[in-house]
T-cell receptor
């Protein structure tokens, strides 16, 4: 059974720091991995999608990497801003999305 | 519309009542998914539609839950005889079709969700 774990569960950093969110999964048979952002009381916003054949994807200050063989993905956020405060979720696609529990990020001004 | 829409945004109901939740996917997206987000369980898959058929219903928690999709567009999730443990946010997502009749592994776009509270 596929299980997705995100570490840390919560993170608080001062504005301007670079940070890394971690995601691990137990079964490497995935089609892709998607990172989402969720603001309180809102739906999910797709940030990046990495196909299983890819190693990384970049969008602005965000960079996501994927090491399928070791079952790991990281989301790197450069020069964090207070507006980045949200819960970040990773999900692996196996025919449906299986989600981690998320990392709640707080960026302090 | 520009994105996935869901209605109602909030629903409060009494235990034992039936509820219907609606999802309008992004135009042209033939794949549609329902998920549930609750405090204790996180985000869980419920059901997947490709067109009007549902090849994967494995996440529906009981036979009180059902879903349908008509015209390859709007989907309705119905919960009969609601229980307090059904209280959660129900999220819908859509994506482009897969290739050559295979399941869709394309990027999924989510709606804002329906918050269901069963008293």
């Amino acid at each position: 059974k596929q299980e997705v774990t995100q570490i840390p569960a919560a993170l608080s950093v001062p504005e301007g720091e670079n940070l890394v969110l971690n995601c691990s999964f137990t079964d490497s048979a995935i089609y892709n991995l998607q990172w989402f952002r969720q603001d309180p009381g809102k739906g999910l916003t797709s940030l990046l999608l990495i196909q299983s054949s890819q190693r990384e994807q970049t969008s602005g200050r965000l960079n996501a990497s994927l090491d399928k063989s070791s079952g790991r993905s990281t989301l790197y956020i450069a020069a964090s801003q207070p507006g980045d405060s949200a819960t970040y979720l990773c999900a692996v696609h196996t025919g449906k999305l299986i989600f981690g529990q998320g990392t709640t990020l707080q960026v302090k001004p | 519309g520009a994105g996935v829409s869901q209605s109602p945004s909030n629903k409060v109901t009494e235990k034992g009542k039936d509820v219907e939740l609606r999802c309008d996917p992004i135009s042209g997206h033939t794949a549609l998914y329902w998920y549930r987000q609750s405090l204790g369980q996180g985000l869980e898959f419920l059901i997947y539609f490709q067109g009007n058929s549902a090849p994967d219903k494995s996440g529906l928690p009981s036979d009180r839950f059902s879903a349908e999709r008509t015209g390859g567009s709007v989907s309705t999730l119905t919960i009969q005889r609601t229980q307090q443990e059904d209280s959660a946010v129900y999220l819908c997502a859509s994506s482009l079709a897969g290739t050559s009749g295979r399941p869709s592994y394309n990027e999924q776009f989510f709606g804002p969700g329906t918050r269901l509270t069963v008293l």
